[in-house]
């Protein structure tokens, strides 16, 4: 089992900026892939970014590229998501989730976060 908590989230203006956590606890962490998602309100839920268990395999969405970055400190068993030039439409649930092998599929991940919402006002 591994359990995972995020935080960082909170109320942002249009074109800001806000660092998300993700730190586990239980198994151990650097073996598993990290991945973010989010669910926008009424929306199915979406990739948003993922890191493989060193952090030498990386993906982000492309609604995303060159704005949200993914990484990861397995010393602390956290993975952060660094997101840049938010927009309104952004605003969500955004959720961690881990697993052995590495993907971009939510139903891939077995281990879920409670997710921590990310309001853009604009």
């Known amino acids: 089992q591994v359990q995972l908590v995020e935080s960082g989230g909170g109320l942002v203006q249009a074109g800001g900026s806000l660092r998300l956590s993700c730190a586990a606890s239980?198994?151990?962490?650097?073996?598993?892939?990290v991945g973010w998602f989010r669910q926008p309100p009424g929306k199915e839920r979406e990739f948003v970014a993922a890191?493989?268990?060193?952090?030498?395999?990386?993906d982000v969405a492309d609604s995303v590229t060159g704005r949200f970055t993914i990484s990861r400190d397995n010393a602390k068993n956290t993975v952060y998501l660094q997101m840049n030039r938010l927009k309104p439409d952004e605003t969500a649930v955004y959720y961690c989730?881990?697993?052995?092998?590495?993907?971009?599929?939510?139903?891939?991940?077995?281990?879920w976060g409670q997710g921590t919402q990310v309001t853009v006002d604009s």
């Open positions: 890191i493989g268990w060193n952090g030498a395999r990386r």
């Open positions: 989730a881990a697993d052995p092998l590495f993907g971009v599929i939510a139903s891939s991940y077995d281990y």
């Open positions: 239980g198994r151990p962490f650097y073996s598993y892939a």
